[in-house]
């Protein structure tokens, strides 16, 4: 991009690495406790939605931190990426809010007395990318397939979650075990209502970018 980044620009930049840098410490902390406590089981693990999404942030923020230092604005395709991850930032810590938080863990379940890696990928994450991305208005105007790409890898994560359950008796999460009490049904409205909430959002990070270019039209953001 033609000129150097802003001072403001750059800022947001170093806040990306430092968001990065906390993630990086949560999962560390996380994966030593339950390695010290013989409670560390791959496989399960980095099943879950958080860790998925936890690790990919980091390479998300770490990208975008870089690409802040270096242009004045995100390109359509990094702009699309982080509207995504805000999505599924946001998601997460709204799922564990509302339905995990405070849970019993199951029978044999490891419950691990270090909770302050959890506030931050269900809590300060979030709150981060979704403050980031209202505040920051560097950005390409998100292209039209946004939202089709956006819907990817949580569908990709689902099909394969039941299926695996399914075959192993497994799930990442109670919601989406049919043996519940709410069976195959119930699954059914938790699927529909997030794959919902996750559209919505898609479409609230749009409008957000949308209006930053109407409060910004001077600023050369679509050169």
């Known amino acids: 991009m033609v000129g150097?980044?802003?001072?403001?620009?750059?800022?947001?930049?170093?806040?990306?690495?430092l968001a990065a840098t906390a993630v990086i410490a949560a999962l560390t902390v996380q994966i030593t406790d339950r390695v010290?406590?013989?409670?560390?089981v791959p496989e399960r693990y980095?099943?879950?939605f958080t860790?998925?999404?936890?690790?990919?942030?980091?390479?998300?923020?770490?990208?975008?931190?870089i690409v802040g230092l270096q242009s004045t604005r995100d390109s359509p395709g990094i702009a699309a990426l982080r509207a995504n991850f805000v999505t599924y930032s946001i998601i997460t810590g709204a799922i564990y809010n509302t339905l995990l938080r405070d849970l019993p863990g199951a029978e044999g379940t490891y419950l691990s007395p270090i909770q302050w890696p959890n506030e931050i990928t269900h809590v300060w994450i979030p709150l981060y990318f979704a403050l980031d991305w209202m505040v920051n208005p560097h950005r390409h105007k998100l292209p039209r397939w946004t939202m089709i790409v956006g819907?990817?890898?949580?569908?990709?994560?689902?099909?394969?979650?039941?299926?695996?359950?399914y075959l192993t008796g497994w799930y990442p999460y109670a919601f989406l075990n049919p043996n519940g009490a709410g069976g195959w049904a119930g699954v059914g409205v938790y699927a529909a209502g997030i794959g919902l909430i996750i559209i919505a959002l898609?479409?609230?990070?749009?409008?957000?970018n949308l209006i930053h270019h109407k409060l910004h039209p001077g600023n050369q953001l679509d050169r």
Do not use: C, E, H, K
Not at 202 to 208: I, K, P, S, W
């Open 4 to 17: 150097a980044p802003s001072g403001y620009r750059v800022f947001l930049a170093l806040l990306n690495f």
């Open 36 to 40: 010290l406590n013989d409670a560390f």
């Open 46 to 48: 980095f099943s879950y």
């Open 51 to 65: 860790i998925q999404t936890s690790l990919a942030n980091i390479f998300v923020l770490v990208l975008t931190g």
């Open 151 to 165: 819907t990817i890898f949580p569908t990709l994560w689902f099909a394969f979650t039941m299926a695996r359950g």
């Open 202 to 208: 898609v479409g609230a990070t749009a409008l957000v």
